[in-house]
T-cell receptor
């Protein structure tokens, strides 16, 4: 089973501040996802990232959000100027092969972001 | 539109009993995949079971099994011999265009 480590596990930030959430897969993977889950609500797709570029993004993923793989392994989600409504659990997920969309996603343990 | 509906916000079951969580979905695709994920209080997302739509045989994983009715677009999860560790939110999800479309979740409570 592929493993994904997310850091930090909990981030508290003030409104308007920038945050960077990190995702580190244990082995090389090509296809990455970010999801978020506002407390008590359903899981929402944010963005998918393949071969160092964004494949798809949702309406939630506006100009405040960006993703990158700065060193070829870490995969980051940046929120430039956080808002109260960005408070949520953010999950990174990986899929080992783009051609196998039947393969399940493997999730990290999530980062709980609290914006005050 | 691709949608997943979980009509039971909360279910409870006595320990050691069997419980079934319902899930229906809507898609025009013919080849797709369905999943059940478990989210315990720790808020991890853990894959429980998956089903390929082209397979008629229902998937099973130990105490977990599904009842997949393709024509009815139904994908229920049965948990046999429920254990306290099964208490969690359960999300049904459907793969479309490399994304997962999620249901709203069912909270499962296990009574000791």
């Amino acid at each position: 089973e592929p493993e994904v480590t997310q850091t930090p596990s909990h981030q508290v930030t003030q409104m308007g501040q920038e945050v960077i959430l990190r995702c580190v897969p244990i082995s090389n993977h090509l296809y990455f996802y970010w999801y978020r889950q506002i407390l008590g609500q359903k899981v929402e797709f944010l963005v998918s990232f393949y071969n160092n570029e964004i494949s798809e993004k949702s309406e939630i993923f506006d100009d405040q959000f960006s993703v990158e793989r700065p060193d070829g392994s870490n995969f980051t989600l940046k929120i430039r100027s956080t808002k109260l409504e960005d408070s949520a659990m953010y999950f990174c997920a990986i899929r080992s092969s783009r051609s196998s969309y039947n393969s399940p996603l493997h999730f990290g343990n999530g980062t709980r972001l609290t914006v005050t | 539109a691709q949608t997943v509906t979980q009509s039971q916000p909360e279910m409870s079951v006595q320990e050691a009993e069997t419980v079934t969580l319902s899930c229906t979905y809507d898609t025009s695709e013919s080849d797709y995949y369905l999943f059940w994920y478990k989210q315990p209080p720790s808020r991890q997302m853990i894959l429980v079971i998956r089903q390929e739509a082209y397979k008629q045989q229902n998937a099973t994983e130990n105490r977990f099994s599904v009842n997949f009715q393709k024509a009815a677009k139904s994908f229920s999860l049965k948990i046999s011999d429920s254990q306290l560790g099964d208490a969690a939110m359960y999300f049904c999800a459907f793969t479309f265009n490399y994304q997962l479309i999620w249901g709203a979740g069912t909270k499962l409570i296990i009574k000791p």
